[in-house]
């Protein structure tokens, strides 16, 4: 059976672009039908009458720009996944397009970056709307919601805005000003003097990693005392804070741009989010998972997706993804687990957050983890990165005895 060609839909006002992309992606006619458009409102006209898989559309153009047009495709065609086309970056932009733009793309980009950025969104999407995660998370009665302090300070990225005034929204929240307190005067930062005043934390960890704290702070601190004691949720917040910053750590010695280094930071912060769900709204199923893990030596991602029909990776992504966060942190919570399914044969920010995520749980397992398998070396070879696992565990934190169990 014929593989079904995936629908693309590139607009630029700039006809030379639209050439260059067409001849560019002339090799891979065979499995995507590409169609081209300089005008947004014709954009919105063929995708009035035609399912589009992908919208590739440029930032700057006459008339309505490309986060207006991609915010009315948000808002009409959910499903379609959607790229912006830009040599321009500024944070004012990044800020409007928060809600709408799941990656961005550098200009000029090549051939083989396009296809693989496309091609990955693709593997993701089909699997978030899979049939079987789909009506799972159609059945819920509600998910947990973004949290109002996180929607404060998108907003505010929208405009001309500095690090002090995310600070001083932060200040306004006690508990989220102990935990990016605490995480900024941790080990990993190998601070001589602390940082006492939240401002001067926003302005050091930067505003991806502050945006990260804030959902996670935000959500697990609206659970009920007994049950966060009793899926030790203290201790599952540090698991992903550490996995965040050991991410940022592995980033910082590959020598990766600032933008990976921003991303994993932010990946790994996130990427246990599903296990709100499974702990707010599968508490029995997600406990007896955890024993059955532990009880069979098999990793509990398995046994979630035999007893629940879904993994808490998948669900995290899920979720993510109603809350707009962008694809990289999407794939990398998503496939934090699996990475070799998501279509990448490069290191990247999935490899990087699976990585901080297999050390992590190797050095640290908490009372609250299930059974956890070793690192998949093939996959380790696969990328080339093998020789230097060692390397990025010695790069982790210690940690204080009986602190955490082991199991396994």
């Known amino acids: 059976m014929t593989e079904e060609k995936k629908r693309i839909l590139f607009v630029d006002d700039d ?10 992606l002339y090799p891979m006619r065979r499995k995507w039908k590409m169609e081209f458009v300089m005008v947004a409102s014709d954009a919105l006209k063929v995708m009035a009458h035609t399912h589009y898989d992908v919208i590739v559309s440029d930032l700057r153009m006459p008339g309505m720009d490309g986060i207006d047009l991609l915010e009315k495709v948000r808002e009409k065609y ?23 733009v799941h990656q961005y793309i550098s200009k000029p980009c090549n051939a083989k970056h396009l296809k693989n950025m ?29 949290p109002d302090i996180y929607q404060e300070i998108i907003e505010i990225l929208g405009s001309e805005c500095s690090s002090r005034q995310v600070g001083k929204i932060i200040a306004r929240d006690i508990g989220m000003s102990s935990k990016i307190l605490q995480v900024v005067n941790s080990a990993f930062y190998g601070r ?3 940082i006492v005043d939240p401002i001067h934390a926003v302005v050091y960890l930067g505003l991806k990693t502050i945006e990260a704290l804030v ?17 030790f949720v203290s201790a599952l917040q540090e698991h992903c804070i550490r996995v965040g910053m050991l991410a940022r750590a592995i980033c910082q010695s ?13 990946a790994g912060i996130l990427h246990e989010a599903g296990k709100m769900i499974l702990i707010t709204k599968f508490p029995d199923e997600y406990e007896q998972a955890i024993a059955t893990s532990r009880d069979r030596q098999i990793p509990v991602y398995e046994i979630e997706r035999d007893i629940i029909g879904v993994t808490h990776a998948e669900l995290g992504g899920c979720l993510l993804d109603m809350w707009g966060l962008p694809n990289t942190i999407i794939e990398s919570a998503t496939f934090h687990h699996e990475p070799w399914l998501c279509n ?29 398998e070793n690192v998949n070396d093939e996959y380790l070879e696969q990328l080339g990165i093998a020789d230097r696992w060692l390397q990025w565990k010695r790069m982790h934190l210690p940690i204080e005895i009986g602190e955490f ?3 396994g």
């Not at 699997?127 to 789909?134: A, E, H, Y």
């Not at 020598?255 to 994993?264: I, P, S, V």
């Open 118 to 146: 496309v091609s990955r969104a693709v593997v993701l999407r089909d699997r978030l709307k899979s049939k079987k995660v789909t009506e799972i998370v159609s059945s819920l009665r509600s998910l947990p919601v973004m």
């Open 192 to 194: 001589s003097s602390n």
């Open 254 to 266: 590959e020598e990766m741009t600032k933008e990976h280094l921003e991303a994993a930071t932010m």
């Open 78 to 100: 959910p499903d379609t996944i959607r790229f912006m086309l830009s040599g321009y970056a500024e944070q004012t932009t990044q800020g409007r397009a928060a809600k709408c």
């Open 15 to 24: 006809r030379n672009v639209l050439d260059g992309l067409r001849r560019m």
């Open 344 to 372: 990448d044969n490069e290191f990247s920010t999935v490899s990087v957050v699976y990585a901080a995520n297999v050390i992590d749980h190797q050095l640290c397992c908490g009372r609250g983890d299930g059974w956890f």
């Open 405 to 407: 169990e082991y199991v």
């Open 215 to 231: 959902l996670t702070q935000g959500i697990f601190s609206k659970l009920p005392e007994k049950t966060a004691k009793r899926f």
